[in-house]
């Protein structure tokens, strides 16, 4: 319950959020965009990632290696969302399209263009990748998970 609180809290997505409603139609770093997506989305994914580890036993590294790959699929997600919001249509998202861009929000498109940040969801895919390399076979599923967040088209 302790880490889901942290995650949901103002240390995790609260906090987060505050950051983005702050930065509305402000000029921020990618540092800064990171930050606020780690603690927003990335916050309630690495949670899952971690609580579900909890559940069994793991050997040395290995939940260091699990929180490295929740850190990059949540900001692959963000950053793939982006990329959604600024390219594909209402129909397909299930949301408005654009809305993002339209309500002056910092986004992964806004900072780096969509061909940037299409090459950071990759490489944050590649990382995730890399992390689960200690748990070999036993991590198909989480590298498929990395996987579909990164090449979804909603």
């Known amino acids: 319950i302790e880490l889901l609180a942290l995650a949901s809290g103002s240390r995790g997505m609260a906090g987060g959020q505050a950051f983005d409603l702050d930065s509305v139609g402000k000029q921020i770093s990618l540092t800064e965009l990171e930050f606020m ?6 916050a309630l994914i690495r949670a899952s990632v971690l609580l579900g580890a909890r559940c069994g036993t793991l050997a040395n590294g290995e939940l260091e290696a699990l929180d490295r790959y929740a850190k990059c699929i949540g900001l692959a997600f963000q950053v793939v969302d982006d990329i959604l919001d600024a390219e594909a249509p209402t129909e397909t998202l299930g949301k408005t399209a654009g809305k993002d861009a339209a309500q002056g929000k910092p986004t992964y498109v806004s900072l780096l263009g ?41």
């Open 114 to 154: 969509i061909a940037q940040a299409r090459e950071w969801a990759e490489r944050l895919r590649q990382d995730a990748h890399a992390a689960l390399a200690p748990f070999g076979e036993r991590a198909s599923q989480l590298r498929g998970l990395a996987d579909f967040i990164v090449l979804r088209s909603f």
């Open 37 to 42: 997506h780690i603690h927003k989305t990335g």
